[in-house]
């Protein structure tokens, strides 16, 4: 079974660019999240989708984050534009629902963004 | 709100070592609690979890015991092997919300 797919790993780009990372969770899981995770910290959560529905973002800097699940599969986390403080490892992670502590979230290898 | 605090690292062991991880968490309810390994170059994944209290979780020759008495999680294992060298995560379930501490890099030498 394939895991869940993140692109690209890496990413270096100059402030004020926009930037835009890519993931394909494992086929049959319903709920997506993106996560943050800052050097030397855990992964702290952006945002979650049941199926194409964000059901939480209330973590989401939604003046220059934005999130789509536009079929309820793969999704795209979008900054514009980048400062130089989002620097950090971007998580995408897939669970077949999101009720239970039982339903395992799988992650992904994570995008690093660098912005110089 | 939920919070995880664990014990700060790096830590570096001798092979075939005792090692212990502690993790003590602030929550609301009944959380779930997790630990999480991260292996250089890989993602997050789960090693072990607990669902209540007195459970023991177990995996790869680690444990864990959520004692709600003292809010408590830590991760031991009897022997270590280089290959265990990693950032372990805990974690705790809550209100559909998974909250990490801030990890802990473990290095095990030969």
């Known amino acids: 079974e394939a895991g869940v797919v993140q692109s690209p790993r890496y990413k270096i780009i100059e402030k004020k660019q926009p930037v835009a990372f890519w993931c394909n969770p494992i086929s049959g899981h319903n709920t997506l999240y993106w996560y943050l995770q800052n050097l030397g910290q855990g992964p702290e959560l952006l945002i979650r989708?049941?199926?194409?529905?964000?059901?939480?973002d209330s973590q989401l800097p939604k003046d220059r984050f934005s999130a789509e699940r536009l079929k309820g599969v793969d999704s795209t986390l979008k900054i514009q534009p980048a400062e130089l403080g989002d620097s950090a490892v971007y998580l995408c992670a897939s669970s077949k629902t999101s009720g239970s502590a039982m339903d395992t979230q799988y992650f992904g290898p994570g995008t690093r963004l660098t912005v110089l | 709100g939920d919070s995880v605090t664990q014990m700060e690292g790096p830590v570096t062991l001798s092979e075939e070592a005792f090692l212990t991880i502690n993790c003590t968490y602030t929550a609301t309810g009944y959380p779930s609690l997790f630990w999480y390994v991260q292996y250089p170059g890989e993602g997050l994944q789960l090693l072990l979890k607990?669902?209540?209290?007195?459970d023991k979780g177990s995996n790869k020759g680690f444990e864990a015991t959520y004692r709600k008495e003292t809010t408590s999680f830590h991760l031991e294992k009897g022997s270590v092997q280089v290959s265990d060298s990693a950032v372990y995560f805990c974690?705790?379930?809550?209100?559909?919300?998974?909250?990490f501490g801030a990890g802990t890099t473990v290095t095990v030498r030969a």
């Open positions: 989708y049941e199926n194409e529905e964000a059901v939480d």
């Open positions: 607990a669902t209540k209290a007195d």
């Open positions: 974690a705790l379930f809550n209100d559909y919300k998974l909250s």
